[in-house]
């Protein structure tokens, strides 16, 4: 993703270990994992409210993927399928 290979992973973790001791390393992975954990709950949340709106027909949503859409679209910009006649008639 950044292009960070194993040997610049270990020049980054060396200093990490400088810059921060021993000690407090274990507590900042731990801070980094529950951070990573509440942004991925809460995406998994957004999505989930998202379907719900879906299936309510709350607004142009995707019946496949759950993700809203402009009330012209044919198909979803996000998945590809087709949204079909129904959908449309109903936002005009």
């Avoid at 994992?33 to 949503?61: C, L, S």
Wanted: aromatic share 6%; net charge neutral.
């Amino acid at each position: 993703m950044f292009g960070l290979g194993m040997p610049e992973l270990l020049v980054v973790l060396v200093i990490a270990l400088v810059v921060f001791g021993a000690a407090k390393l274990p507590e900042i992975g731990s801070s980094l994992g529950k951070a990573i954990r509440g942004f991925k709950g809460a995406v998994e949340a957004k999505d989930e409210i998202a379907r719900g709106e879906a299936a309510k027909g709350e607004g142009p949503f995707c019946p496949d993927c759950g993700k809203s859409h402009a009330a012209e679209a044919v198909f979803c910009p996000h998945c590809g399928k087709g949204l079909g006649s129904s959908e449309k008639g109903a936002g005009a």
